[in-house]
Nanobody, 119 residues
Framework: QVQLQESGPGLVKPSQTLSLTCTVSGGSITTNRYYWSWIRQPPGEGLEWMGA???????YYSPSLKSRTSISRDTSKNQFTLQLSSVTPEDTAVYYC???????????WGQGTQVTVSS
């Protein structure tokens, strides 16, 4: 069974960089054809896909967030990381990591972690 677990600070100040890590167990992030995504849900809103890193290490970003987002990985730790720069209170959300494969729905999700942007 694949498990994903998000970790990182729950409170970030405006203009700072938000950094979250997703630790994966039960499966390798380099397994062929899988994509590892970051998705967020602001309060009262729907899910927003932020970006992904593929099994190959290639990265993909939402056009609306591309200028502020970076996704990387540490294959030795089986982790992938989200960095979102220049955050504002509008970046307050529950942040999830998830696994996907091609056009299929995500099959595994982390439990989500609340991040609040506030001074």
């Amino acid at each position: 069974q694949v498990q994903l677990q998000e970790s990182g600070p729950g409170l970030v100040k405006p203009s700072q960089t938000l950094s979250l890590t997703c630790t994966v167990s039960g499966g390798s992030i380099t397994t062929n054809r899988y994509y590892w995504s970051w998705i967020r849900q602001p309060p009262g809103e729907g899910l927003e896909w932020m970006g992904a890193i593929a099994y190959s290490g290639s990265t993909y970003y939402s056009p609306s967030l591309k200028s502020r987002t970076s996704i990387s990985r540490d294959t030795s730790k089986n982790q992938f990381t989200l960095q979102l720069s220049s955050v504002t209170p509008e970046d307050t959300a529950v942040y999830y990591c998830a696994r996907g494969k091609g056009s299929n729905p995500y099959d595994y999700w982390g439990q989500g972690t609340q991040v609040t942007v506030s001074s």
